[in-house]
């Protein structure tokens, strides 16, 4: 972790976050819940990116979900720049929701496919004064994410994969965000194009001295991006710590058994391991 | 003998008189239980080559050049010129395919256990009655360790790796020779997609299956298949033994290609290609690759490259190759 990260202010703050969702009884099944995440605490700081890593269905996405105001937490709190969220009334949560913002894992369904670039961004400015000062972001937001302006008259469909993820991330910081929320950000990107993204977040990262909640399963990802992980199993953290001593030296079977499937040199030639 | 042969495979899609080429002069072959992996990036024409080879081409799309294949009965059949009965035939029982989105390709109001029975019903000469049984076998083969629950269970019912082997199990139902996997395992997390690259490899050497893996994971490629090729904007840049592949690439594309997934291998930021994929709507003139090739001199814009055998199993189309020294 950079020594400026370790001084710098906490921005958000999980303590014991728990969700449960109850699913209704249909024609064919019965009631039934499901304890999504189990107890869950950590902290991030300004400028510093931490990763939950873990499989499918270990309750990654539903703590973002929980960050971001959309889903309800059963218990625990939830506290960004020393506020909790869910204590908020409706005008408090208006003022603070600006300020965390996500990069959805499906970068082309995620944008509007009726709307040009132009007003898809323009969509995320609508607190600003007035029109010429979104063209004037607009242009500018593409720059940042390094696309030229006049892909702005583009619909989502004449866009690349990396592309369309690039407005996703342009609309995300049109609000001046402290914290972004980035679930899979890469994953189904191809190679290349996921290299230019990873360097456009850490670029970012940089100038802007943003913080990044990035939710991933692939390590080698994760390890290019963040300054601490925690891996994620059935609900609950087995194991975190600083990005390259949990990598390098891992203490719980779960993040060997994820460091290993990452390594497919060693694929089994006769069965199932 | 060769299972498959691809010879100049063009195609071309004509929307409103318009004229775009998807595909232009692939050529490659497939021996009899060997795997052979289609890498590039998204819109280089990977899942189109597999459509064309299995004659499931969108309406208003055309192929020209030959797809020779030749059946369990040892029948040398055109591709390209059979009749859609005979194609109708041939799919399941002679070519599988899974396709890319496990869960779309699968119905939702139907279970999964009946799902494989109507396949059965149509592809093998399975009695009526012995259908379920086999149908809970193939599930059990696929690695799915409750095969009786999975049978009764709706594709939402279960998980993403799940319904990415019961896509496997339905495809592997009418037994076929050669099987078609694009992106099998593009959305599963690392340890679901070990297992059932795992699972391919166990299965391709039980039933001796020919495979096409599609994938932008070059490390996938890599570590699974015999032969590579590599498609850039519907051009085939490069086709080779893997081992040739990985040891010394020729072509600029692939060089670049590979020192990425190395770089991410050895945990560093690797340099990303520059630019994007040239769009097939309007292709530059020339080598498809040259606005974002390093090597790229005045001949790459003007002319396109034709291919060059390396050896008897390596070529590449490239007027520039990397230096193979």
Same mark, same amino acid.
């Given at each position: ?7 710098s ?5 999980i ?9 209704k009884s249909t ?7 499901v ?6 605490s950590f ?8 990763a ?20 309800k ?5 939830i ?11 409706r005008?408090n949560i ?10 959805f894992?499906?970068?082309? %369904?995620s ?7 132009n007003k898809?961004i323009?969509?995320?400015l609508?607190?600003q004064? %007035? ?8 242009k500018q ?11 702005r ?6 866009l ?17 965000p ?11 990107q191809?190679?290349s194009?996921? $290299? ?5 977040? %850490? ?6 001295q943003?913080?990044y ?15 601490r992980?925690?891996?994620?199993? %059935? ?6 710590g ?5 990598l ?24 199932l $391991? | 003998?060769?299972l498959?042969t691809? /010879?100049?495979l063009?195609?071309?899609n004509?929307?409103?008189g318009?004229?775009i080429?998807?595909?232009r ?8 239980g060997?795997?052979?992996?289609v890498?590039?990036e998204?819109?280089?024409?990977k ?8 004659g499931?081409l969108?309406?208003?799309?055309? +192929? ?11 029948t040398?059949?055109?591709i390209?010129?059979?009749e859609?009965s ?6 399941? +029982?002679?070519?599988?395919m899974v396709?890319?989105?496990a869960?779309?390709s ?8 009946n799902?494989?029975t109507?396949?059965?019903s ?17 599930? /059990?083969?696929?690695g799915?360790?409750?095969?009786? &629950? ?10 993403g790796?799940?319904t ?6 339905l ?7 050669l099987?078609i996997?694009? /992106?099998?395992?593009?959305?599963l997390?690392?340890?679901s ?6 699972l391919?490899? +166990?299965?391709?050497?039980?039933n001796?299956?020919t ?6 994971d070059?490390?996938?490629?890599l ?22 592949i990985?040891?010394s ?9 590979l020192?990425?997934? &190395? ?11 520059p630019? /994007?994929?040239?769009?097939?709507t309007?292709?530059?003139?020339g080598? &498809?690759?040259?606005? &974002?090739?390093?090597?790229a ?10 291919s ?8 590449? +189309? ?8």
């Amino acid at each position: 972790m950079q020594a400026g990260i370790t001084a710098s202010k906490t921005l958000l703050q999980i303590q014991n976050l728990r969700i449960v969702y109850q699913q209704k009884s249909t024609f064919f099944t019965a009631d039934q819940t499901v304890h999504a995440v189990n107890g869950v605490s950590f902290s991030i700081r300004q400028g510093e990116s931490f990763a939950i890593v873990g499989r499918s269905g270990c309750g990654k996405t539903s703590i973002a979900m929980s960050a971001l105001g959309f889903v309800k937490p059963s218990a625990g709190a939830i506290s960004f720049m020393g506020k909790n969220i869910w204590q908020l009334n409706r005008k408090n949560i208006r003022r603070l929701r600006p300020l965390i913002q996500p990069v959805f894992q499906d970068y082309g %369904n995620s944008l509007n496919p009726r709307m040009t670039v132009n007003k898809i961004i323009i969509e995320a400015l609508r607190a600003q004064p %007035n029109d010429q000062t979104r063209t004037g972001n607009v242009k500018q937001l593409l720059d940042t994410v390094g696309l030229d302006s006049e892909i702005r008259w583009r619909y989502p469909h004449q866009l690349s994969g990396g592309q369309k993820q690039r407005i996703n991330i342009a609309r995300a910081l049109a609000l001046n965000p402290k914290l972004l929320i980035l679930d899979e950000p890469v994953s189904s990107q191809d190679l290349s194009a996921g $290299v230019q993204l990873i360097e456009l977040l %850490n670029r970012l990262k940089q100038t802007y001295q943003l913080s990044y909640l990035l939710i991933s399963h692939n390590l080698s990802i994760v390890r290019l991006l963040s300054d601490r992980i925690a891996i994620m199993k %059935n609900g609950v953290f087995t194991e975190q710590g600083p990005a390259e001593t949990l990598l390098q030296h891992p203490s719980d079977n779960h993040t060997k058994e994820l460091i290993d499937a990452s390594n497919l040199t060693n694929l089994s030639k006769t069965g199932l $391991v | 003998m060769s299972l498959l042969t691809v /010879e100049n495979l063009s195609v071309v899609n004509s929307p409103s008189g318009r004229s775009i080429s998807i595909l232009r002069n692939i050529s490659f072959s497939l021996n009899s239980g060997e795997t052979l992996a289609v890498i590039g990036e998204t819109g280089s024409g990977k899942s189109m080559l597999c459509k064309s080879i299995i004659g499931l081409l969108p309406p208003g799309f055309s +192929r020209s050049g030959n797809i020779w294949y030749i059946s369990s009965d040892n029948t040398k059949i055109s591709i390209i010129t059979a009749e859609e009965s005979d194609l109708l035939n041939m799919r399941g +029982r002679e070519i599988g395919m899974v396709f890319q989105e496990a869960v779309a390709s699968l119905n939702p109001v139907v279970r999964c256990g009946n799902q494989i029975t109507d396949v059965l019903s149509v592809k093998s000469k399975i009695e009526k009655n012995k259908r379920k049984k086999h149908a809970l076998k193939l599930l /059990e083969t696929v690695g799915l360790s409750e095969p009786e &629950r999975i049978f009764h269970a709706y594709p939402h019912q279960l998980s993403g790796g799940m319904t990415q082997r019961v896509a496997l199990a339905l495809a592997l139902a009418g037994e076929p020779q050669l099987l078609i996997a694009d /992106e099998p395992s593009s959305s599963l997390d690392s340890i679901s997609k070990k297992y059932y690259l795992n699972l391919l490899n +166990r299965l391709k050497q039980e039933n001796n299956l020919t495979l096409i893996l599609v994938t932008h994971d070059v490390d996938e490629a890599l570590s699974f298949a015999d032969n590579i090729l590599v498609l850039y904007a519907g051009c085939m840049t490069e086709y080779g033994r893997t081992g040739d592949i990985q040891k010394s690439p020729a072509h600029p594309y692939t060089k670049a290609l590979l020192d990425i997934a &190395r770089a991410l291998k050895e945990n560093n930021l690797p340099a990303a290609i520059p630019g /994007e994929i040239s769009s097939l709507t309007n292709p530059p003139p020339g080598c &498809r690759f040259h606005p &974002r090739c390093p090597k790229a001199q005045d001949i790459c814009r003007v002319k396109e490259p034709s291919s060059i055998c390396i050896s008897n199993s390596h070529s590449v +189309r490239c007027f520039f190759l990397v230096d193979l020294s």
